[in-house]
Structures are given as C-alpha cells and as structure tokens.
C-alpha cells in the first residue's frame, strides 16, 4: 500500500519561509514522478511543482523564483521549500504520485500566510 504522509504546513507573516516535507513508503521511491499540489479556501487544487525520477522539475507561473522541489531519494522523501510566501500562497498542500497509473495523495497540510 502506497502511503503519502505530508509535514511542515504552519503559519507564517508574509515575505517568510517554510518547508514541507512528504514522505512516501510502499513503493520504489526513485521510480516516482513525484508533485506539490495545493487547494486554497474556496478554490480548486491546483499543481504547484513536480519533480521527475531524474530530478528535472516544473512549477506554476505563481511560485517560480520562490519555491523549489527536491527529492532526497535514500529518504524516500520529497521536499517543497517556500521563499518569499505571499498571502495568497495560503492552502492545503498535497503530496501526490501515481504507481501504476493509480493516483495516490496525502492528506495535507494546512500553510496559512498572514499578511
């Protein structure tokens, strides 16, 4: 059974930084194309960053220059590091990844930016 288990969501003023982490068991990590989505209140989720099996990553238009996707592979971890948070950044923030074309999420976590 694949298991997606997201940490690092708070509070933060305006022009702060967080880290999420996402940590992922049940699968062979390194294989997995892996993604950062987020849902603000009221709004759709909507993909913030992905990182492939080789490293190479996308963003959104709304977070280049400020956040970065990483994956510590021997960890079985993926990594969203926010820069520069803006109150609009404000959402529940999903891990996501698919094995054998099943779609898997986290939970979430919650990252409230207060202006």
């Known amino acids: 059974q694949v298991q997606l288990v997201e940490s690092g969501g708070g509070l933060v003023q305006a022009g702060g930084s967080l880290r999420l982490s996402c940590a992922v068991s049940?699968?062979?990590?390194?294989?997995?194309?892996m993604s950062w989505y987020r849902q603000p209140p009221g709004k759709q989720r909507e993909m913030v960053a992905a990182?492939?099996?080789?490293?190479?990553?996308n963003y959104a238009d709304s977070v280049k220059g400020r956040f970065t996707i990483s994956r510590d592979n021997p960890k079985n971890t993926v990594y969203l590091q926010m820069n520069s948070l803006k109150p609009e950044d404000t959402a529940v923030y999903y891990c996501?990844?698919?094995?054998?074309?099943?779609?898997?999420w986290g939970r979430g976590t919650q990252v409230t930016v207060s202006s």
């Open positions: 990182i492939t099996s080789g490293g190479s990553t």
């Open positions: 996501y990844t698919e094995v054998r074309s099943r779609a898997y």
């Open positions: 049940g699968s062979i990590f390194s294989n997995n194309y």
